[in-house]
């Protein structure tokens, strides 16, 4: 079966910076489109940033400008480098692929805490 295997939460202080990993099967890698999910307690899983068809990246207003989302091409990799990190970015983060514009597939998640 298709899976993503996320890393690289964990406790940062305010102000800190992260840098989350998705590893994607080589066979749909260059076929996916990209995206970023977050989901804090007692929340609606929220759309962070995603891939467009213009080969760049769509931010949430609340991320913009301190996330950016990227591609390793030789690792199929995908990374959410998180910076300028605050209380309210503290959630679990997925990463998910849309494969062939018809099939999607999701990672484990990983979990961001924020401190204050």
């Known amino acids: 079966q298709v899976q993503l295997v996320e890393s690289g939460g964990g406790l940062v202080q305010v102000g800190g910076s992260l840098r989350l990993s998705c590893a994607v099967p080589?066979?749909?890698?260059?076929?996916?489109?990209i995206s970023w999910h977050r989901q804090a307690p007692g929340k609606q899983r929220e759309l962070v940033a995603t891939?467009?068809?213009?080969?760049?990246?769509n931010y949430a207003d609340s991320v913009k400008g301190r996330f950016t989302s990227s591609r390793d091409n030789a690792e199929t990799t995908v990374y959410l480098q998180m910076n300028s990190l605050k209380p309210e970015d503290t959630a679990v983060y997925y990463c998910n692929t849309v494969f062939g514009g018809r099939w999607d597939y999701w990672g484990q998640g990983t979990q961001v805490t924020v401190s204050s």
């Open positions: 080589r066979s749909i890698f260059s076929l996916s489109v």
């Open positions: 891939e467009t068809s213009g080969g760049g990246t």
